[in-house]
């Protein structure tokens, strides 16, 4: 459960490993939250035997190549194992990204493919937000990457953009949907309908690109760890 000062209404998030997130706003009883996960029970086990069939243990293997559709690259990984090296280092070049070192663990493999997953994040994103905020006519502070496991993005009140490295999986409408998004809360830090009103104004069909955000935990692939 994750009580959000933003939240209007009770929702629920199934992620594709199986984990279950109920949004709840402040001041919300703990009988109703419990009401609204009773009511949604058969919907939620839908969703999860859903997911099940596409997360196979076979989902969760190391990748051989790594596809990031928000900015239309592919490139291949390749492992080169280090016995006398106890880190795991990543090195991109050329079409290519070799992680080398202690490339039997796999733990230290996903950590550095997260932070090469974080540079390009944040190359790759920070022009595109710079863009979009001189044609929303709303400035921001600074940008942060993260890996988050609840949430796309955020905005704070001193005006930094956090903004999840997951984004790079997803299609570049459902990333610039979420950039406007978090930039319009700089003149509206809530949902009220002067916010999504500021939102249509620069992403008209912004109801579908946020249902199909709320979707998109799917296309992140599994050996990233993320649910």
């Known amino acids: ?28 009883s703990a009988r ?55 880190t795991v280092r990543f090195r ?23 932070r090469w997953l974080s540079a390009t994040a944040r190359r790759s994103f920070r022009p595109r937000l710079n863009t979009l905020s001189l044609q929303t006519e709303t400035p921001f502070d600074n940008m942060h990457i993260r890996l988050q496991r609840t949430c796309w993005g955020s905005r704070s009140s001193s005006g930094t953009i956090s903004l999840n490295l997951c984004l790079l999986f997803l299609r570049p409408a459902l990333v610039d949907y979420l950039l406007v998004h978090e930039l319009c809360h700089g003149r509206h830090m809530n949902h009220s309908r002067r916010f999504w009103k500021r939102v249509a104004r ?26």
Not at 202 to 227: S, T
């Open 32 to 86: 109703a939250v419990q009401d609204f996960v009773d009511e949604n029970h058969d919907w939620i086990q839908r969703a999860r035997a859903s997911f099940a069939k596409n997360y196979t243990p076979d989902s969760a293997a190391l990748p051989s190549m790594i596809r990031l559709p928000s900015i239309d690259r592919q490139i291949i990984v390749r492992y080169k194992p280090d016995n006398q090296s106890d």
């Open 202 to 227: 620069f992403v008209p069909d912004y109801r579908k690109l946020d249902r199909q955000l709320g979707e998109a935990w799917r296309d992140v692939p599994g050996w990233l760890e993320v649910y």
């Open 92 to 114: 991109e070049a050329h079409g290519m990204l070799t992680l080398s070192g202690a490339t039997a663990d796999r733990a230290k493999c996903i950590q550095a493919l997260r």
């Open 1 to 28: 459960m994750r009580k959000s000062a933003r939240a209007k209404r009770l929702s629920i998030k199934v992620f594709p490993r199986g984990r279950v997130e109920v949004v709840v706003p402040r001041r919300t």
